[in-house]
């Protein structure tokens, strides 16, 4: 993974700083997942479409947020607090919120250099995604 030493600690950024970040972050690591499933660009961007959405990362945070420790669900909650200004039509507020979160705690663990938790995170979520 791409290594990026901040300034600052991450936890003094933003919000919604957090989850910019994060949100490559997290697709990078689903595009990698689905290399696994096919090698064909059109099913590969069908299935990123479906991992990749607000309603489906509300869900992942859920199956996982027993298992943050109290650092990370500090981290989970400003991503869920942060005062978005635009949320797409096709999207709830809630889980936008919750994805956003999602987005925040990957970008945070990023910005840590804790690609080893982002891993065990990510991982423990596609076993729930796959097995539901």
Request: proline fraction near 4%.
């Given at each position: ?18 989850a910019y970040i994060g949100d490559a ?27 990749v959405n607000n309603n489906t990362q ?68 596609m076993e729930a995604n796959d097995a539901?």
């Open positions: 993974m791409l290594e990026y030493k901040l300034e600052m600690p991450p936890e003094q950024l933003p919000a919604l700083t957090l972050v997290y697709e990078l690591y689903v595009r990698t997942h689905l290399l696994e499933q096919s090698h064909k660009v059109h099913s590969l961007h069908r299935l990123a479409i479906n991992r509300s869900d992942l945070l859920a199956k996982v947020e027993s298992e943050l420790t109290e650092e990370e669900m500090a981290i989970v909650r400003r991503g869920r607090n942060a005062n978005v200004h635009t949320i797409p039509h096709s999207a709830d507020r809630a889980q936008y919120q919750k994805a956003t979160a999602l987005e925040a705690l990957f970008g945070w663990l990023y910005l840590q250099g804790r690609h080893e938790r982002i891993n065990e995170l990510f991982n423990r979520m539901a």
